[in-house]
Every structure is written in C-alpha cells, then in structure tokens.
C-alpha cells in the first residue's frame, strides 16, 4: 500500500463521495476510482458500498480507515523526526497520561525542560491503562504515566514521587456525604461507578474485601468527567483517585483504611528515540537521580 493512496482513501471515507474527494485531491474522478478499486484489488476485501450519489465505508474499510490514519501519522511523525538537529533541538514529543495528580510533577519536568528546549512542543494523550500502553506498543506514543498495578516488564520507568489516594466521589445530599471518611462496611450495598482497568478492580475489591463479581458494579469508566455526570444524576458512586477539580454538587471523601497507589512514567527500553524524545527521557532518567 502506498501513502499515496492511503490518503486518496481517507479522502473518500471522509467525503462520502468521489466527486467531491477527487475535487479535493486535484486528480480525475476515473483516477480516484480505480487507485480506490485497484486498492481493494490488493486487500482482496470490498472497501466501499457504493451508490449513485455516495459511498459508504463497508466493516473492513472502516477497519483500513482507523489503520491508515495510524500509518499515514506515523509516517508524517518519521519524517519530522528525521528532520531534527541536535544542535537546536526541535520536534514533537507524544506522552500518554491517565488522571493523576502525578501529572504535575511531569507537567514540572516539561516546563523545565522547555526552558533549555524551547522549540519542542507537547502531544499529551489522556486515556486507561489499556489505551495509552497499546499506542506505546505501536509508536504513536513516546512516554507513558501509567497508575500501577500495571505490566512494565518490557519498559524501563521511573516511579513518581506523587501517590495517588482513592476515595468516592457521591453527591452533596448523600447519606455519605455527611462522613470524612468512607469504609468499605459504607459501600456494600452503594451502586458503584468504578475503573474499567481490571487491575484496578482487583485492588478495590480486595480494599472491599469481597470478589469483584459481588461488587454492586451498575458502570465502568476509562475518564472521570462522563461518570462524575451520572454521579450527578444518582446513577450511583464513583470510585475514583483524588484530582485537583471540583464537580457542582458532588463530594469527595477519602477511603479507610488509606487506599494509595504509585505511579510510573514508562518507555519501551527497546525502542530508538528520535532526538527529542531521547533528550527528554535522558532529562528525567537524570531528574530521578538528582543529577540535574
């Protein structure tokens, strides 16, 4: 497949139409339709259901779609990789983060960092566990702040010095909103709204001292904002690390017995950095050991 005609492709996918794609792409309509036939021809799959006023993206092009947006970044990302200099060190670095109030000590290690290097700009990802270690996996992303239990076999890290503390987050008017602290006795029978990460789960169900399947679970969540909504409407309560924010009408009260966990920033330890990347790493490898 050639980059060529991956953008051809999405250019399709996105219009619908190859009138209008091939308008955009300045190349005759018969050219984007057979790149586009001769595509499928190579893939042996049909891309398009076509009609005589639209095309729609069929399963598998919708699967070539999300694969070729990935290949065509990736490739623009070597490219200004392969453009950088060390002497005036530019380019972009990609980090995967959960939220975490460990985030403000990376957010020091960036601002420092940026001091030396003003010319390199930040891609900052937020999602799960299960999100940001598949895109370290596949390259997209460079560095990943990751709360553990989590697999770092294949990564080298440094551990965060920030401890992440669990509580709930229940609304104002809550029989729990009136205590400072919640046990687990409080919430045997509460609808909880917890992680979607089961390494998380098993942490809170052994803090619950019960199996995560007898856990009253009425939802999961991967970000906190979607679910402090459904809290809001007493769907139920959030299990949830302690953040830096406030939500109209919800409380946050801490765990008893204190439920904390570390967190670590992680990179593969066999993969080669461009520049930029590799000078960051280095930066924090050096700020963990008080070289700097």
């Avoid at 960092?113 to 937020?126: C, K």
């Avoid at 229940?170 to 029978?189: F, Q």
């Avoid at 830096?244 to 017995?257: A, E, G, R």
């Avoid at 993969?271 to 008080?290: E, H, L, R, T």
Wanted: aromatic letters at 6%.
């Amino acid at each position: 497949m050639e980059l060529r005609v991956l953008n051809y492709f999405l250019m399709a996918a996105r219009e619908e139409n190859i009138t209008r794609a091939a308008q955009l792409l300045h190349v005759t309509q018969p050219t984007l339709s057979r790149q586009l036939m001769q595509l499928e021809e190579e893939l042996g799959v049909k891309l398009f259901d076509r009609s005589s006023h639209s095309i729609i993206l069929t399963n598998e092009g919708m699967l070539l779609k999300r694969r070729a947006q990935e290949i065509i970044n990736l490739a623009e990302r070597t490219r200004t990789e392969l453009e950088q200099r060390e002497e005036n060190l530019t380019g972009l670095i990609s980090i995967g983060s959960g939220e975490l109030q460990s985030m403000g000590e990376l957010s020091r290690f960036i601002a420092d960092f940026r001091d030396s290097h003003p010319f390199i700009t930040f891609d900052v990802y937020s999602g799960n566990i299960a999100g940001i270690k598949a895109r370290l996996e596949n390259g997209t992303l460079d560095i990943g702040l990751l709360l553990e239990p989590v697999d770092i076999s294949k990564y080298e890290f440094i551990r965060m010095n920030v401890r992440e503390q669990w509580g709930v987050l229940v609304k104002e008017n809550s029989e729990l909103a009136g205590k400072k602290i919640v046990t687990p006795s409080d919430l045997a029978e509460q609808p909880l709204i917890i992680p979607a990460s089961e390494a998380v789960q098993g942490e809170l169900a052994s803090w619950l001292g019960v199996n995560v399947k007898k856990m009253n679970i009425v939802s999961t969540y991967n970000l906190l904002y979607n679910s402090a909504v459904m809290a809001q409407t007493g769907v139920g309560v959030i299990i949830c690390l302690k953040l830096n924010c406030n939500y109209d009408n919800l409380k946050f009260i801490p765990l008893s017995p204190l439920l904390e966990l570390s967190s670590v920033l992680a990179w593969k330890d066999s993969q080669v950095f461009p520049p930029a990347a590799a000078a960051f790493i280095d930066y924090i490898k050096k700020c963990s050991k008080g070289i700097m």
